[in-house]
């Protein structure tokens, strides 16, 4: 593990913990989904980023559960005055994006949640 992921281990747990918590209570929940709301999360803070204005894609309902339950967490982390960098969340959707992309590539449909849920 890098540097960086270890200084920012509690941001990456936060949003994977989001994700396995979506997946306890929607067990039909794939990677795909995951990987369809971390790539919209991505979006949004690119934009954010960029100064330039958000536009929401259309998400299947499992992935739009996915993305509240993240928005969720990283709004929490707000009011408890996270002082988190635009840059720093972006990276660590992108990491954990990266994650669900190499876990679903070797275990298949649901491989990365599987992994994630007994861990968070």
Known sequence: MDR????HLDVLQNIEAAMAMVYREDPELEDWDAMEALSAM?????SELRGRSFRMPKLTESAQEVFEAIEFVLEIRD????A???EDRLR?????CASVRRHNKIH???GYLDFIVDFV
């Open 79 to 82: 009011d408890m005055g996270a």
């Open 4 to 7: 960086w992921m270890e200084e």
């Open 42 to 46: 991505i979006k949004r803070y690119t």
């Open 92 to 96: 660590a959707l992108k990491e954990v």
């Open 108 to 110: 298949g449909r649901r």
């Open 84 to 86: 988190d960098k635009v």
